[in-house]
C-alpha cells in the first residue's frame, strides 16, 4: 500500500509538472500597465508563497521529516496572457520540503520547487514554534513565520513573507488541522515604467496528515483570493 502511494505520489509530481511548457516562462513586456502588474505579482505571489502542510505539533528534538510534494494552484489566464505567451489554467510547483525539530518545541523547514520546461524555481523556509505542544486530550497550537522568493526569472524580483497561527489535535493515526494567517507580498522588475509594489493578504489553511511510520501523507487546503491544492509524502527519520 505505501509503495503505492508513493509510485503515485511521484508519478503525479512528474506529469503535473510536464502540464507547464516553455511558454509559461514569465517575460515582463514594456507597457505593461502598472495595474496589471500589481495584479499579476499578487496573483503570482500567493501562487509561491510557504505551504505549511504540517500540523501544529512539533516533531521534536530528534525528529526528521524529509519529503516530495506538489502544489496546483488555479490562475487567471487573461490576467497572465500580459506575461505569459501561453498561461496555463493551472500553476504546478513540484517540491522537496524537509523539517527538522530543535528544542523548546521549535520547528525549522525549507522548500526549493523548479517548475520543469519553464524558467520559474522558488525556495523558501520557515521557523514554527509550538507554543502548546499538545497532550492526548488538549491541541496544539503554534505560530510561524515563512519567507519565500522566486528564482530564475531574470526581469521579475519577487518575494513574500508569511505569519500564521495554527491548531491541531492527533486522532490515533490521523492530525487534522487548521489555522490563518497573513501574507506580505513584494514586487519589483527592471522593464522601464514599472514601480515597486508591495500588498497583504489574508490566508486560511486546512489540512490533514496520516502517519504510518516511517512514513506519512499529507494533504492541504489553502483559501485566499488564490486558492490552492498541497499534497505531500514524508520519510521520517
Known sequence: ????????????????????????????????LQSKF?????????????????PAENLGITGID???EFTA???????????MSDP?????????HIQKGLPFGIDLGAIYSKVPNSDISLAGGEVKWAILTGTAAT??????????????????DLETFGADLSVSKGIFFLTPYAGVGQIWIRANSNTAGLNKESSNKTRGFIGLKASLLPFSVVGEYDISEVSSFSLRLNISF
Open 1 to 32: 500500500m505505501i509503495k503505492k502511494i508513493i509510485l503515485s505520489l511521484l508519478l503525479l509530481l512528474f506529469t503535473s509538472g510536464r502540464l507547464l511548457a516553455a511558454d509559461a516562462d514569465i517575460k515582463i513586456q514594456p507597457g505593461l
Open 38 to 54: 500589481k495584479e499579476i505579482t499578487e496573483e503570482l505571489g500567493l501562487a509561491i508563497t510557504y505551504v505549511p502542510l504540517s
Open 66 to 68: 524529509v519529503g516530495v
Open 73 to 83: 494552484v488555479d490562475i487567471d489566464e487573461d490576467l497572465f496572457r500580459g506575461v
Open 88 to 96: 496555463p489554467g493551472q500553476l504546478v510547483f513540484p517540491k522537496i
Open 139 to 156: 491541541p496544539a497550537l503554534a505560530i510561524r513565520g515563512s519567507y519565500t522568493r522566486l528564482i530564475g526569472v531574470s526581469d521579475l
